[in-house]
């Protein structure tokens, strides 16, 4: 089972992608170069988080136009799994894999701490080793985290179990405080309709080391492990 | 082939929250300009094309826009203008 | 060959050369080193090096007394970074720099910017940067202009190094009027390396290709340098269209490709292209090397048509590079460079002639003999009296001070300095800094009274803290240098760490004015006494002179960057109380100090006495037993009293976590004899408030070392309050009101500011980060 | 008074560096827009504002740049337009 994960220009948590999944997981991991056109047989592909770009007029608005993306984006059509994390889901929106847009934070500021998220679905390939309604404690770094999307997207999106983090405050509750950036019903993680590409804010890959302050980032790992070796 | 400039307003979509806006309403406001009441914030986008005439300017840098320049989701765009250089 | 002006350069007369903010006599030793008139150009280049930001001509002398030297000092003062060994073949590299004035006229690109030159400085060391650390001054709040300098300075942080994927761990925010209309911006940035990869800045090997590396160079920011070296005037409004733009996205591409290329092997030396740009990165690399250089401005990528040399020579552009190669190794260069969609041009070489010599094509525009650019630039030692307005204050006796009524309840004081904005939470900071990129943060901001960031592939960590109380140094130099250092080592060792070293920023008013040079002075040597009994020897740092403004002269503030090392992953310490039922003890003793405190200024808005006296030996002892304590595990919890004394001290341990309020109970009558005042709020320096499980065994450490220790008490966690108890004295505070006051000051004080909020969104800036 | 839609352009000052116009018509050149030589970004800004006239209008929002909206020191400004509503 190996991970490929993208360096794009201005990527800056793939190095932590990689030494959560390696170091911490024990699987295999690639770094995969924007300019490549191969996976380098990578099972799951990791965007990580980071300014592509400089996240310049949009985030993620130019990385989605890296050679590498049609590869990605071939894998996801084959239901290969992919997972976008914080820029990494910017860019998933901007390719088209996933509905929505990523806008700039409610408050206008670049929002960096622990924050409480709930659990929405967890029988997705990369949630199964959670609980339904688990809370989980995971950092949020962004400026540009504020889900939007129209009216019927995001019925769609809640009707078809596609949401599948949610911020909530200690009480388990979607509150608008609970909220880091404003999000449209507090959403911070989606999936495609296929459940096979993943979009999210938070930062597991941050939660995988007590060290850290907190390992509630792991079970997103084991789960694909889990699933994809299986 | 001619050198045109041409000139993008790029916008929120109505009915998609302008935190931004609405912050630099309050704002002037704040600084006493009573008498503003509504803000939008977009882009402004000014670019350097070479084309054979003015229409084949204004084609190419609306592709851009369709492409790369602005999101479809969130944003509209128009070209506010195409002059010869 | 002899440099001859170009057609259309200005004919030097005095006008133009006091212009350049050169002397009479400054002319004079540049003709008679050139032996004629200087060319344009010349005049320019000689402006910025012999400028204070590169030549440090008020300071050097005063610099030399410094202690430098330690075991495990790889690199010490002259190189863009200092560097110590952490062990395992690793290495740190560490350095500090202001950028002041710049962040006085562009909060946001003036801050931004800074933070780009400091982690430049670290990875032309051969060091990956794994931390940044902000040392920050402002006025009141209370100013709208203060809160527009302090957002944009805060964001302009923020959205650098969050960019570029470097976590902002730790530093302070002072707020006082002294810093009105000229804050301070130190930015200091922390790099892990193997020591093989340690590579200087110096020019060698007659032949060798120069090369410019990244960015282009464009009209930005010409005189930056010597602008950093003049009071802030309408002179500097008007060099408003010199402020530098930071482009973040190219200083990570920079970042990867710069230790690529060093690891690589193709090139001998690397250099930041900082204040002076192109001119002074030459120019130091040559005489660092000792040999001559030649440029060809023509071969400089440019990014506007008709650039003078002139203007070529002093741009500071930003993200640039200048490289000394391996003759014949420039492909491979520019391949590495290319990888990462950035350019490299030959652009001159290292050459035999001892000349520093500047051609435009065949046209030579500016030559001067050897390194004398350099080595020759004048050192003055101006004259040092100090103010007599300031011993008066010192002289004055603060304990006559009559208490406000309100003090008679002692937890109105102690609210009432929580929700001092220099004493408050600063996570409305923080918050906007990505603390956790690269997941090496341990102890984070708001965690501990240092920030800690793990070695991969070691069990070691590293401690690193920023320090400095102005006003100490206003009120007695020598005393308030020594508690900086002290002040930034204790912090570090309250996490855990053993101090190893600093870097430090120089913030001072005009040298020329003899009580500022006498605050330089005697600041700088409080300084390297307390580096040598605390072992920290001086790596590096930078003077920032000339902060002043109409009002005058800021506080004396020599910022301490302490680095230290954390043996042991498990002894890393936090600063709030952990288990219910632990033992409060406090290391060191108070006494009836309250001249210079946090509380004479909040609450009776007087700037007078003496600051607490700081015996070095005894703070050595301090930070000895309380690392003891904590290699033997049984330290929960260690703060240091700083700013508010005791009581503020203790308040932070049980309410610094705003989602886990500590109660605890303490008891003072030890010390009944005191002023309960200076008992609760006195600055005394060498204490550290411990939570441990086994008292006798730390008072048992602490003997042993000489340390004055005491319980005071014992952690309550359910409490809900914090109970202080002196004699007839008595403390009772609500820990809700207490973290309120604390938490939400300086969020409401900036609430009120959505006009300057407004005002930062018109940067031109990635809006997300 | 009558209302106004003021329309504000707001551009990086001409020698500023404009790291997001150039990365953006480096991003235009990978896409094949081969013929686009220049890109500067800025904002653009709409005001629903109060006023005696147009005149007043332009008056009131060109000091509500100088103030406010035009970062005096890396920006300049120009208003588009005035329209009445
Ligand atoms: N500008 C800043 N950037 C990052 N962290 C900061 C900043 N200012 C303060 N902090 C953090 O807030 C905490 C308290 O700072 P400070 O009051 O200076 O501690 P101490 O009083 O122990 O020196 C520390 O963790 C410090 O690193
Ligand atoms: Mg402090």
């Given at each position: 089972m190996k991970f490929g994960i993208v360096t794009f220009p201005g990527s800056n948590c793939d190095y932590d992608a990689y030494h959560a999944v390696t170091d911490v997981l024990g699987a295999d991991a690639v770094y995969l170069w924007h300019k490549a056109h191969d996976l380098e047989g990578a099972d799951v592909v990791v965007l990580p988080g980071g300014f592509s770009y400089g996240d310049y007029l949009r985030a993620g608005?130019?990385?989605?136009?890296?050679?590498?993306?049609?590869?990605?984006?071939?894998?996801?059509?084959?239901?290969?799994?992919?997972?976008?994390?914080?820029?990494?889901?910017?860019?998933?929106?901007?390719?088209?894999?996933?509905?929505?847009?990523?806008?700039?934070?409610?408050?206008?500021?670049?929002?960096?701490?622990?924050?409480?998220?709930?659990?929405?679905?967890?029988?997705?390939?990369?949630?199964h080793q959670y609980r339904a309604g688990q809370l989980l404690r995971l950092p949020v770094a962004h400026g540009e985290g504020r889900f939007t999307g129209d009216a019927e997207t995001l019925d769609r999106l809640e009707g078809d179990g596609r949401v599948v983090f949610r911020y909530v405050d200690a009480a388990g509750e979607p509150t608008a405080d609970a909220s880091p950036n404003g999000s449209a019903r507090n959403i911070a993680g989606i999936v495609s309709a296929e459940g096979n590409v993943l979009g999210m804010m938070p930062h597991p890959e941050r939660a995988v080391e007590a060290v850290l302050g907190s390992t509630d980032g792991l079970g997103l790992f084991q789960s694909m492990l889990a699933r994809v070796s299986a | 082939m001619s050198r045109f400039r041409v000139s993008i307003h790029i916008v929120p979509?109505?009915?998609?929250?302008?935190?931004?806006?609405?912050?630099?309403?309050?704002?002037?406001?704040?600084?006493?300009?009573?008498?503003?009441?509504?803000?939008?914030?977009?882009?402004?986008?000014?670019?350097?094309?070479?084309?054979?005439?003015?229409?084949?300017?204004?084609?190419?840098?609306?592709?851009?826009?369709?492409?790369?320049?602005?999101?479809?989701?969130?944003?509209?765009?128009?070209?506010?203008?195409?002059?010869?250089? | 060959m002899s440099a001859r002006p170009r057609p259309g350069d200005p004919v030097i007369t005095p006008a133009l050369v006091a212009e350049h903010g050169i002397t009479e006599e400054e002319y004079q030793r540049l003709v008679a080193m050139l032996d004629r008139e200087p060319t344009f150009t010349e005049l320019g280049i000689v402006s910025a090096l012999w400028s204070e930001h590169c030549s440090y001509k008020h300071s050097r002398p005063v610099l030399r007394t410094l202690p430098t030297q330690a075991p495990w000092v790889l690199q010490g003062p002259g190189e863009n970074a200092g560097v110590i060994a952490l062990g395992d073949g690793l290495a740190i590299a560490f350095k500090i720099e202001s950028h002041n004035h710049p962040s006085a006229v562009e909060p946001y690109q003036g801050a931004a910017t800074g933070a780009g030159g400091i982690l430049r400085d670290v990875f032309t060391m051969g060091a990956r940067p794994i931390a940044m650390l902000d040392s920050l001054r402002f006025g009141s709040l209370d100013s709208p202009r203060v809160r527009y300098l302090f957002g944009g300075v805060v964001k302009g942080i923020g959205d650098y190094g969050n960019c570029v994927g470097i976590p902002t761990v730790a530093g302070e925010v002072v707020f006082d009027p002294s810093y009105e209309g000229n804050p301070l911006v130190n930015a200091m940035c922390v790099g892990v390396m193997h020591e093989r990869d340690l590579i200087r800045a110096a020019a060698e090997g007659v032949g060798n290709p120069i090369m410019a590396v990244g960015a282009r160079t464009g009209r930005d920011g010409i005189h930056g340098a010597s602008f950093a070296s003049e009071d802030l005037s309408e002179a500097s409004e008007a060099k408003r269209p010199r402020v530098q733009v930071g482009d973040p996205f190219t200083e990570k591409l920079l970042l990867e490709a710069s230790l690529e290329l060093i690891r690589s092997g193709h090139i001998v030396a690397i250099q930041d292209m900082g204040a002076a740009g192109l001119t002074s990165s030459s120019a130091e690399m040559a005489a660092r090397g000792d040999v001559g250089v030649t440029i060809d401005v023509t071969k400089v990528p440019v990014r506007e048509e008709g650039m003078t040399p002139y203007e070529i020579l002093l741009s500071e552009s930003q993200e640039r590079m200048l490289v000394v190669a391996k003759r014949g190794h420039e492909a491979a260069v520019r391949e590495i460079l290319g990888k990462w969609d950035l350019a490299a041009e030959v652009i001159g070489e290292v050459i035999a002639e001892p000349v520093y010599r500047v051609t435009e094509g065949e046209r030579v525009v500016a030559e001067f003999p050897g390194s004398r650019l350099v080595t020759d630039c004048p050192v003055y030692a101006p004259e040092a009296r100090e103010s007599e307005a300031v011993r008066a204050l010192r002289a004055r006796d603060v304990h006559a001070i009559p208490a406000r009524p309100e003090e008679r309840d002692p937890a109105w004081t102690l609210e009432r300095l929580l929700s001092s904005p220099t004493i408050a939470s600063k996570r409305w900071v923080y918050r906007q800094y990505d603390t956790t990129v690269r997941t090496g943060t341990v102890v984070a901001p708001g965690q501990g009274d240092a920030a800690v960031l793990r070695v991969r592939g070691t069990d070691r960590a590293i401690a690193v803290k920023t320090d400095c109380n102005g006003r100490y140094v206003y009120l007695d130099p020598r005393e308030g240098g020594r508690i900086a250092v002290a002040e930034a080592a204790r912090n570090v060792a309250c996490v855990g760490g053993r101090p190893r070293a600093i870097t430090n920023c120089l913030n001072f008013g005009n040298p020329r004015r003899p009580e500022v040079f006498f605050q330089f002075r005697e600041a700088v040597a409080g300084m390297g006494e307390a580096c040598r009994v605390l072992e920290t020897p001086v790596t590096g740092g930078n003077v920032s002179f000339y902060n002043e403004n109409p009002s005058g002269a800021v506080y004396p503030t020599p910022v301490i960057g302490m680095v230290g090392v954390v043996e042991r992953l498990e002894h890393v310490t936090r600063s709030t109380f952990r288990a219910d039922g632990d033992a409060i003890v406090l290391l060191g003793e108070p006494t009836d100090e309250l001249g210079g405190s946090e509380y004479l200024a909040r609450i009776h808005d007087v700037v007078a006495g003496a600051p607490p006296r700081c015996d070095l030996a005894r703070e050595r002892a301090v930070i000895d037993a309380l690392l003891e304590a904590i290699a033997a595990g049984i330290v929960r919890s260690a703060h240091d009293c700083a700013e508010g004394g005791l009581a503020v001290a203790l308040a932070e341990c049980a309410i610094g976590d705003a989602e886990r309020l500590v109660g605890a109970e303490v008891e003072l009558d030890a010390w009944r004899d005191l002023p309960l005042r200076a008992l609760l709020f006195g600055e005394a320096q060498g204490r550290i408030v411990v939570g441990t499980a086994d008292p006798a065994r730390v008072l048992e450490i602490a003997a042993r070392h000489g340390v004055p220790a005491r319980r005071i008490g014992t952690v309550r966690g359910d409490s809900g309050t914090l109970v202080i108890t002196a004699g007839e004295g008595r403390l009772v505070a609500p820990l809700e009101r207490l973290a309120r006051a604390y938490h939400e000051a300086i969020p409401r004080l900036m609430a009120g500011g959505s006009a300057e909020a407004a005002v930062l969104e018109q940067h031109p800036q990635p809006a997300a980060i």
């Open positions: 608005a130019i990385a989605r136009f890296s050679p590498i993306m049609r590869e990605v984006a071939a894998h996801a059509r084959r239901g290969g799994p992919v997972i976008g994390i914080c820029n990494g889901f910017q860019i998933l929106c901007e390719a088209g894999l996933l509905p929505g847009a990523l806008l700039r934070n409610a408050n206008l500021q670049f929002v960096s701490e622990p924050v409480r998220l709930r659990v929405e679905n967890a029988e997705t390939m990369f949630t | 979509r109505k009915g998609i929250l302008d935190p931004q806006g609405k912050t630099v309403a309050d704002a002037l406001h704040t600084l006493g300009f009573r008498d503003v009441a509504d803000a939008r914030i977009g882009r402004h986008i000014v670019l350097d094309v070479a084309a054979a005439d003015a229409a084949a300017a204004g084609a190419a840098v609306r592709e851009m826009c369709d492409r790369l320049l602005a999101n479809p989701v969130t944003e509209d765009y128009e070209i506010a203008g195409v002059e010869g250089l | -």
